[in-house]
């Protein structure tokens, strides 16, 4: 594309808030369709199914949180108040069009079927985490639910995103890419990176930001002075959206479009989900010292879950008794799924040498003998090996 | 057999490995129409067409992070960044990401097709950024395999090896004899295998060991020793991760006396990591200290970059040291 011929013979500058995106919203938080909004199609049993995995996210990251305020658990990084975008983006997307997430999107893996004992073998790292015990919690993967691996280093799964979907693409394959991160990673080199390659390139991926207000501590007015971060994509080449994020009906209804234009286009697209993270960064966190409570009430009042169970409601397929059952048959699943993981023995010994290359060279093979030699020597003092029980 | 350069080797790798696999996908600034800065990547578009190779933004953080999502879908990128002291930009998606994909996720991805090639080293009037040998930075990170040919001959079968190999690899390509090193390529198909070090002279009174641009200076030094009636052995390590520990320690066993050279600073160098295993192997068949001729603690220069290399007298020196110690 050839940069504008037209000329100017005055000097006026393009104000940094010539583009103001508006948000695309379908709900009121009571549950009413907004007049003239559009609306996603969405049967009873998909929309139960999205209903069943935000109402799942929220009551894991409850027990998961208060585990790891008893000390069972060493980390936890909650959604509580974006499971709309982190579900509803699922929700619009084919099994097989992959994930590249940041670190908390559960509710895409619980909406593909992601088990509870999956997501407790993980968090607890035993024997059977497909991670193998090898990164914090909430380090997340599933080949089968295409769904890669969490990494913690911020925005790197960006430009992979554009990479894998350009993949994609050369295979001839239906399908997009998807990545997920937050306003705060898109200050990193990576997603400018990313989306320059993905607009020139023509790649089928879709950058979805959740725009959640806080980076940790830093507040989103401290980090950019755009206009949030959808105007971004228009500067690339690409088109882009801003949602509520609290509404899942937007949320489906916009990536649904979106996945049409990268999948049938080869366009890539940028989505923009306003919403706010009500609960900490992470277990390691206190918000306390950063915001009001009466900031946090405000968003509370904007539940994503309430505003769904009152549209489900109005539509005459929830009811409050599926509600309560709901309810109380999560939370003895995940109790009880906690104590079977946290049972399991911890991955075996050679899980240290493995997967660091395709085979493990001597110089490694000789490492972990000289190690198994030592815990010989004091296997007291090595309880998760118990000088021997995890060598498998 | 025909004459190749090592670039014109390197492109035949390349169009080889195209050829014979079309997952293998090439990438890079000015890769496409214009060949690659070098023209490693000559006729490949061609030949191939935009979608397998293609200029890319300028952007090498991209490059890399877009070739490890790539990777991990299932094609083989060789990704070229074009100067390896421009990889540091890089730096994050290389040691964060592709070196652990596997290892974090259990297995259930790897970005093992990746090859990142690059062109390394001095002796070209390129000053600070132009002339760096940032081997040992990658060398500190489990997960990577990190690959240097000498020749053209070797050149061809290392990359071949290196594109094919299930797990990452940077190849560090010698820019300062990419048209003056020449010789006889064969032109069909074949790898040479990583992880071996070759012995390119046998000898009886010292060890000598280098990669890459640094094996012809070695060669050199060790033509003027043996005028001096010093026989050396003269080794090509080929592989700086995993290193030939084995080929090295029978080596010096036999010698008692070892010399490593690089281009690339001495505190921190690859060099000293080798010293450190050998002697650990060897120490009671040594017969003097082990000697590093490398470069300065220096940032690479430009006017004083004779003064600066590791060349074939300074190497001459350690060696006479060496013997008479």
């Known amino acids: 594309m050839d940069t504008q011929e037209r000329t100017i013979n005055t000097p006026d500058f393009t104000a940094g808030d010539a583009l103001q995106i508006a948000t695309y919203q379908v709900l009121a938080q009571d549950g009413t369709v907004i007049p003239g909004a559009v609306v996603p199609e969405l049967d009873e049993a998909q929309a139960l199914k999205i209903y069943r995995a935000m109402v799942f996210t929220r009551v894991l990251d409850e027990r998961m949180l208060a585990a790891q305020r008893q000390g069972r658990l060493s980390f936890y990084l909650q959604s509580t108040g974006e499971e709309a975008t982190t579900v509803g983006f699922a929700a619009a997307l084919d099994d097989s069009d992959m994930i590249m997430a940041q670190y908390r999107e559960q509710g895409a893996l619980a909406y593909r ?53 350009y993949g994609q693409k050369l295979a001839g394959n239906k ?26 390139l023509k790649v089928p991926v879709i950058f979805l930001c959740r725009n959640n207000g806080y980076a940790i501590s830093t507040p989103s007015s401290e980090q950019f002075a755009s206009d949030g971060v959808a105007p971004r994509a228009v500067g690339y080449g690409m088109k882009s959206i801003r949602i509520d994020g609290n509404d899942v009906l937007a949320v489906v209804k ?43 009430d405000k968003w509370r009042a904007k539940d994503p879950i309430l505003r769904m169970k009152n549209w489900l ?80 | 057999m025909a004459n190749m350069n090592l670039l014109q080797a390197i492109n035949n790798a390349l169009d080889i490995a195209m050829a014979s696999n079309d997952k293998v996908i090439c990438f890079g600034e000015d890769v496409g129409v214009f060949g690659g800065v070098f023209r490693a990547t000559s006729h490949l578009q061609e030949k191939y067409g935009r979608d397998r190779c293609f200029n890319t933004p300028l952007v090498e953080q991209g490059i890399i992070g877009f070739a490890n999502g790539l990777a991990a879908q299932g094609s083989v990128p060789v990704a070229e960044i074009q100067f390896a002291d421009y990889i540091f930009p890089a730096f994050d998606q290389i040691v964060n990401e592709a070196a652990k994909f596997r290892y974090r996720s259990g297995n259930l991805f790897n970005v093992g097709g990746l090859t990142i090639r690059t062109p390394y080293g001095g002796g070209i009037a390129g000053g600070l950024y132009h002339s760096q040998s940032p081997e040992a930075y990658f060398a500190h990170t489990p997960g990577l395999k990190i690959v240097v040919p000498r020749n053209p001959h070797q050149a061809k079968g290392l990359l071949l090896a290196s594109i094919r190999d299930p797990n990452p690899v940077l190849f560090f390509e010698p820019k300062r004899i990419y048209r003056a090193s020449v010789g006889e390529v064969p032109e069909e198909d074949y790898e040479l295998p990583l992880g071996q070090a070759e012995i390119l002279q046998e000898g009886e009174d010292i060890s000598l060991l280098a990669w890459g641009a640094q094996m012809e200076t070695v060669e050199k030094a060790a033509a003027m020793a043996q005028k001096e009636g010093i026989s050396c052995e003269v080794i090509d390590l080929r592989t700086i991760v995993p290193w030939d520990i084995e080929t090295v320690t029978r080596s010096v066993m036999k ?17 000293g990591e080798i010293a450190a295993t050998i002697q650990e192997r060897c120490f009671l068949y040594l017969e003097s200290p082990i000697a590093r001729v490398t470069g300065l603690d220096t940032p690479f220069p430009l006017v004083l970059e004779k003064e600066y290399m590791p060349d074939h007298l300074k190497i001459f020196e350690a060696i006479k040291q060496s013997v008479n110690f």
């Open chain 1, 113 to 165: 079927g992601f088990s509870v004992e999956q997501f407790m073998n993980q968090l607890f790292g035993n024997d059977l985490d497909y991670g193998k015990g090898r990164q914090m919690p909430i380090h997340y993967g599933s080949k089968d639910l295409h769904y890669m691996t969490i990494s913690s280093p911020l925005a790197t799964q960006i430009p992979q995103a554009t990479g894998y979907a």
């Open chain 1, 175 to 200: 399908a997009c890419t998807v990545t997920v991160f937050g306003e705060g990673a898109a200050s990193e080199g990576d997603f400018h990176a990313a989306l320059n390659m993905a607009a020139v």
């Open chain 1, 254 to 296: 916009a990536m649904q479009k979106a996945r049409k234009l990268a999948v049938e286009q080869n366009e890539p697209v940028l989505v923009e989900a306003m919403s706010y993270r009500l609960a900490a960064h992470s277990s390691s966190d206190d918000p306390s010292g950063y915001r009001n409570k009466a900031e946090e």
């Open chain 1, 313 to 392: 409601l109005k539509q005459a397929w929830w009811d409050e008794a599926q509600e309560k059952q709901l309810y109380e048959s999560i939370r003895p699943q995940v109790l009880e799924a906690m104590k079977r993981a946290q049972q399991r023995p911890s991955p075996p010994l050679e899980a240290l040498i493995t997967d660091v290359y395709d085979r493990p060279p001597a110089q490694l093979e000789a490492q972990l003998e000289a190690l198994r030699s030592h815990l010989d020597k004091y296997p007291e003092a090595y309880p998760k090996s118990a000088g021997g029980a995890a060598r498998g």
């Open chain 2, 255 to 271: 010698t008692g006396r070892l010399i490593v050279s690089h281009e690339a600073p001495l505190t921190g160098g690859f060099a």
